[in-house]
């Protein structure tokens, strides 16, 4: 039944990051209509929000669950809620937080001129953030439709932001077309789970496919779960971009603003792996139940890492490329997930590694983004050539991507390395030697494209030589990136701790309900 | 359980035979006078004009967004309305800001000049 006397100051409190956005979304909006003249402040705005919902987050991190509740833990009462406010979720909201704030910063200059509904750009972003939030807090099948729909409304938005490029448009109507498609079969999964077992709750489904002699429907019960698993599992890879549902993303990633296509590469990405890690490890995650699908994503896992890194090889559009770069990395990221049921190793949980990988991917991308946001801006194009000779005409900018590049290699000293081996380490401690092969050998196809690009800005001949100067956004996103690369690098063990205690607060779910 | 897909397999005959035979009844029976007025197609009584592939003013799909919108709203009120003896001050509160955000999207709108006809 549904309990009506709740406690309004805690549920306002565990909500203050989603509810600063949606007003700082709102009153942007508004902001926008009334002020006129004040150009330029949006952005400002936009990130003064960001930064609200960042301290809440924080505040809400430095909270003692059992305290707030009053010898409660925040598990048992928000376990039967539709949104949950644990660890796992406060880890999500600072990667969204993170990365709309990276990508307003970095995008500031470029977007300046470019379309005349600047206010509603940085408000999407705002409700991009939210999207992501929703997401990754969602404990209800309804909270993960509309979440995934909302950020993908704005995803398509965003993309086909500028009216005026026909690039734009049409990556935004391929990425609209193909995320309805791959919608419904999502919600088609869905229906099926509410079916057998008669609520959309997360922890009710859990305790449903436990006892299967329970479920509303018991004799195709053994059908019927991987069928709708792989149904959601369409939705959901579809926006992290993974192999054979990816097919909208090089051609959304060269259309969109290149904020956008930063944006792409890194918000979904992370909100998609919050969501499949919520629904797949806490309700699936039993030895019997993970039997149906695990098979399925450890293939899905090694065909995106050897189709990502093969295609990126012959793309001579650095964004295209980027989105087969980043088509490759979910794959990697997959490689965590299919192994989660293996043993700790390094001090991560192989959960904890996908984690720790996001973060590692989302300065280190985020990073490389920047930079190819000021050449595109300053060149005028996103091709390969425009980067040539960038080591002559921006110093600062040709390292900068160069040891991004690196890092998205996987070479040792830097943050890529330590997520890469995180993930590889935990495929090996679950006997799944296969993926962890396939991933070393095309991690050492994708340095062949990465290594084109260091080669064109250091050997190769500029169009025109004068110096390139970028924003002071991209010069403190490029630089920050380039710190936080290094020192995830260099000191990784705070920040593996940071993802274990995420992860622990999705484990006990599964854990609790029934003993493995 | 067979018996109870015959008598489905009995309505669907049924339904289907009987406008069948209604229109095939009318159709031998009445008289057969075609003339020009009679084969023009009929529309609200006017005589139509031109082409069916006419392009719409786009203006027609901006005032279709936002009365879905609108139209959405009201359909959310009706169960509001029912189940508000038992919901009490929680809903009242919740619709109030469900009815805000949509009064900023109305704002937008009017603002934006989408409820001006040009």
């Known amino acids: ?62 909270m003692d669950p059992a305290e707030v509740f009053e010898g409660r833990s925040a598990g048992e009462v928000f376990r039967s809620g539709a949104f949950l406010s644990d660890s796992f979720t406060h880890f999500f909201r600072l990667m969204s937080v993170l990365t709309a704030g990276l990508v307003t910063l970095s995008g500031i200059a470029y977007m300046r001129g470019k379309t005349a509904f600047k206010g509603e750009f940085y408000a999407f972003v705002l409700f991009a ?131 956008v296509t930063a944006f792409l590469s890194v918000g979904p990405k992370a909100a998609g792996f919050a969501v499949m890690m919520r629904l797949f490890i806490t309700v699936f995650g039993t030895p019997e139940l993970s039997a149906t699908w695990l098979g399925v994503l450890g293939a899905l896992a090694g065909l995106t890492m050897i189709l990502g890194n093969v295609a990126a090889l012959t793309q001579s559009d650095v964004k295209r490329m980027m989105a087969y770069s980043s088509i490759a990395q979910a794959g990697y990221m997959l490689v965590g997930i299919a192994a989660f049921g293996g043993t700790a190793l390094m001090g991560t949980t192989p959960l904890g590694a996908v984690l720790f990988f996001i973060l590692a991917y989302l300065f280190t ?22 980067f040539a000779g960038l080591s002559k005409r921006s110093p600062f900018l040709a390292i900068a991507l160069t040891i991004f590049f690196l890092s998205l290699i996987g070479i040792p000293p830097l943050s890529g390395f330590f997520g890469k081996f995180a993930v590889f380490g935990a495929a090996v401690a679950s006997d799944m030697f296969g993926l962890a092969v396939v991933g070393v050998l095309t991690g050492v196809v994708s340095a062949v494209y990465y290594f084109q690009i260091v080669k064109t800005m250091y050997f190769g001949d500029p169009a025109e030589g004068g110096a390139l100067r970028p924003s002071p956004g991209v010069v403190f996103v490029v630089a920050t990136a380039l710190v936080m690369t290094l020192i995830i690098g260099l000191v990784p063990q705070p920040f593996i701790e940071i993802a274990n205690q995420a992860v622990t607060a999705l484990e006990p779910i599964a854990g609790s309900m029934v003993a493995r | 359980m067979t018996e109870n897909w015959a008598f489905v397999a009995i309505f669907a005959l049924l339904s289907l035979s009987i406008p069948l035979i209604a229109l095939g009844m009318s159709w031998a029976l009445r008289p057969k006078r075609p003339g020009a007025i009679k084969q023009s197609t009929y529309e609200c009584g006017l005589e139509t004009v031109g082409e069916t592939w006419v392009q719409f003013k786009v203006q027609y799909y901006l005032f279709a967004l936002i009365f879905v919108l609108f139209d959405v709203e009201t359909i959310f009120l009706y169960p509001w309305a029912v189940a508000y003896g038992k919901l009490g001050l929680f809903a009242l509160g919740e619709m109030f800001v469900f009815l805000g955000i949509l009064a900023v999207g109305l704002i937008y709108a009017w603002r934006k000049g989408a409820l001006e006809w040009v």
């Open chain 1, 365 to 386: 991308n985020l990073g490389a983004f920047a930079v190819i946001i000021a050449v595109d801006r300053l060149t005028g194009s996103s091709s390969v050539s425009a």
């Open chain 1, 129 to 259: 953030a939210l999207a992501m939030n929703l997401m990754a807090g969602a404990n209800d099948l309804i909270v993960i439709a509309l979440g995934i729909e909302f950020l993908s409304l704005v995803s398509y938005i965003l993309t086909g932001y500028i009216r005026e490029d026909r690039l734009s448009i049409e990556g935004g109507l391929k990425y609209f077309l193909y995320g309805s498609i791959t919608s419904a079969a999502m919600l088609f999964g869905l229906t099926y789970l509410y079916g057998i077992a008669g609520s959309t709750s997360l922890p009710v489904i859990a305790e449903a496919v436990r006892q299967p002699e329970n479920l509303v429907v018991t004799h195709l019960s053994t059908f019927i779960v991987p069928a709708a698993l792989f149904l959601v599992l369409a939705g959901i890879g579809f926006k992290v971009a993974i192999a054979p549902f990816h097919q909208w993303s090089p051609d959304a990633y060269q259309g969109a603003p290149t904020p």
């Open chain 1, 1 to 62: 039944m549904l309990d009506l006397s709740p406690d309004w100051g805690v549920i306002l409190t565990h909500f203050a990051p989603e509810l600063i956005l949606v007003i700082g979304a709102l009153g942007l909006l508004s902001y926008d209509l009334y002020v006129r003249g004040k150009d330029g402040l949006q952005p400002w705005i936009t990130l003064g929000v960001l930064l609200a919902a960042a301290l809440a987050t924080g505040w809400l991190y430095t």
